[in-house]
């Protein structure tokens, strides 16, 4: 009875610790450090531990089954060696090795898997209850808020994994394991965790009108990407960098050594290894030793996943913000498109061919796909709302008190020529506002940002292509290069479609707008590619290069095909400019105009100053 009283007295004071530091984290552990579920959460943990080595210890060699995976075998003959009793002898470190594996597998899913899960689920009954603009509304800054959700909500797992390590400390020590290899994998464990977590917690956010959908929606993405992480062949692309977001490669390269002559992989098969070590970064190999993996792997999570907390935490503090700024989306973009292209450079050419030349798209085509797909996202990522747009442009057709006195007949008649000198500077200076409004306002439209984006995307492949060519390898130029323009061309004017859906009086616009993009990007070519319009010859097929892929036979067009493409693409950006442009005019005059025959009366309405107000 005294002992329960103790431990009472300690958790009480322990919580009263926390509570004073984090609130959040306080009211999170109090609804789920709960004896009882304290109490199952070691129960099944205790269970899962031994149906993992139950699973392994039924299949050792007997007298009546002396199969040869686990027991010691005669060199030279694939016979079990008896001991005294005539038994099989038990090569123990691939029986221990069999059980770190599984028991590795279980934390890495039930650590990443779970905690996403719970994560997103929490948001989102947050989300519905209504309580999670209370927690907004808090005198509490929102980093506590999402630390105590970070840590709180998943408290039980945190539990039932830490149970795990004895089994998985002592199976890998017994297998041969060197505890420095098992320290690395907890860290970047840990790190890989943190950036899952704060990436289900943003998308969460962004997601929060589907109604809890977005917690099946985020597990599975989450799901996904392990198993592509895990299962990924090695093809000497950018879809590489998944394999850096399962931590269970640090633990793959390890061979364990039995008690006699053989040895063994625990995770997998030693040829299987062997494009894994074949992994490279720029020419530079990333994968043949555990040391260089760990430490790029170990960069890649903790750079995304405080990313994904920047992100996170703005979009916490103030929901009517985009889910990016512009000014991270440029870092952003240069991240990506640096880490993507140096996976498409992985294999140094080992001596120069003249014979034989290849076209950009054969070397750079999935970092093509890669920043298509990140440029497809980036057209909603930057997308403000439509009020915050709204007030924007309204915003933007105001003027100071005394501009506005002068403009409706209230200044003298010998101070107009100054007022016209002061108009012609405030103009040039609006006009230099203007520009980096577009650039770095998230208020403003996006689509002078994400032409931005797309010049970096661009600015990072011309490198690319330098420093590919200068290792001996031939590219044929030419009018490949093209290809890559009409790509942005086309991105660039779906995004300005995007804006101007936004800018429409539609409930469900953005899954219009999204239906829209789609229809482009994906319907338009497979409408093509179903017409089998690219085996023919004439003039027709030209129309892949009015699509996101025109590198499909931009080798084979003809410069008249290429000329009118390009006018094509010109005419449509400047037409959907001018109307973006004229569209954002009216909403931002509308209210204005309205403002001001309100305040001034009707007898204004035709007076040619209150025009040039207006203007």
């Not at 103790?6 to 789920?32: H, K």
């Not at 929060?208 to 990924?232: H, N, R, Y």
């Amino acid at each position: 009875m005294t002992f329960f009283k103790l431990t009472r007295q300690l958790s009480e004071t322990a919580f009263d610790q926390v509570g004073q530091l984090n609130p959040q984290l306080l009211r999170e552990w109090q609804g789920r450090l709960k004896w009882r579920n304290l109490i199952l959460t070691g129960l099944l943990s205790v269970v899962a531990q031994g149906v993992l080595m139950l699973k392994t210890l039924v299949q050792l060699p007997t007298h009546e089954n002396s199969g040869d995976s686990y027991c010691i075998l005669l060199k030279g003959i694939s016979r079990c060696r008896l001991g005294q009793w005539d038994e099989p002898l038990i090569n123990w470190p691939f029986v221990w090795a069999d059980i770190f594996r599984d028991a590795s597998f279980v934390m890495v899913w039930v650590l990443i898997f779970g905690g996403v899960y719970l994560l997103a689920a929490d948001l989102s009954k947050e989300s519905r209850r209504g309580t999670l603009n209370f927690l907004r509304m808090s005198p509490l800054p929102g980093r506590k808020i999402l630390i105590g959700k970070l840590w709180g909500v998943p408290a039980l797992l945190y539990v039932g994994v830490g149970s795990m390590l004895p089994l998985h400390i002592g199976t890998g020590m017994l297998a041969g394991y060197p505890a420095g290899r098992l320290g690395l994998f907890y860290i970047l464990l840990g790190a890989i965790a943190f950036c899952y977590y704060g990436a289900a917690l943003w998308f969460a956010l962004l997601a929060e009108k589907l109604q809890g959908f977005q917690t099946w929606v985020i597990s599975g993405l989450s799901a996904g990407l392990l198993v592509l992480g895990w299962e990924f062949e090695h093809y000497k692309f950018s879809g590489d960098w998944f394999r850096f977001f399962n931590p269970l490669h640090i633990l793959s390269d390890w061979e364990v050594k039995g008690l006699d002559y053989r040895t063994t992989w625990a995770f997998n098969q030693g040829e299987h290894l062997r494009g894994f070590r074949d992994l490279a970064w720029f020419f530079q190999p990333v994968g043949d030793h555990a040391n260089v993996f760990w430490a790029f792997a170990l960069a890649n999570a903790i750079g995304l996943g405080l990313w994904f907390w920047m992100v996170l935490e703005r979009k916490f503090q103030t929901p009517i913000k985009t889910a990016i700024s512009k000014r991270q989306s440029y870092g952003l973009t240069l991240f990506f498109s640096t880490l993507v292209i140096g996976f498409d450079m992985q294999f140094l050419p080992k001596s120069p061919d003249i014979h034989f030349s290849r076209s950009l798209m054969d070397i750079f085509w999935s970092y093509g796909i890669a920043m298509m797909i990140w440029h497809a996202a980036l057209m909603f990522l930057l997308l403000p709302a439509r009020q915050t747009l709204l007030d924007w442009t309204r915003y933007r057709h105001q003027q100071p008190r005394e501009s506005l006195r002068a403009s409706i007949g209230y200044e003298p008649e010998d101070r107009l020529e100054d007022r016209e000198t002061a108009h012609k500077s405030a103009h040039k200076s609006t006009g230099n506002s203007l520009i980096l409004d577009l650039l770095l306002n998230d208020n403003s439209p996006s689509t002078v940002a994400y032409f931005v984006n797309l010049a970096i995307t661009g600015g990072v492949l011309l490198p690319g292509i330098c420093l590919y060519r200068s290792v001996g390898r031939n590219i044929a130029l030419g009018i490949d290069l093209w290809g890559w323009v009409l790509c942005a061309f086309f991105l660039l004017a779906c995004a300005l479609i995007v804006q101007l859906i936004s800018l429409a009086n539609l409930v469900h616009w953005r899954w219009i707008a999204l239906g829209a993009i789609t229809a482009a990007i994906v319907g338009w070519p497979t409408i093509l590619a179903m017409l089998m319009i690219e085996n023919g010859s004439g003039f027709l097929r030209h129309l892949w290069l009015i699509t996101a892929f025109p590198f499909y036979i931009v080798d084979d067009a003809s410069y008249l095909g290429l000329g009118c493409a390009i006018a094509l693409h010109l005419t449509l950006l400047t037409t959907l400019s001018l109307l973006l442009t004229r569209r954002c005019q009216i909403l931002g005059r509308s209210e204005w105009k309205a403002l001001v025959e309100s305040t001034h009366g009707p007898e204004r309405r035709e007076s040619p100053t209150r025009k040039s107000l207006t203007a």
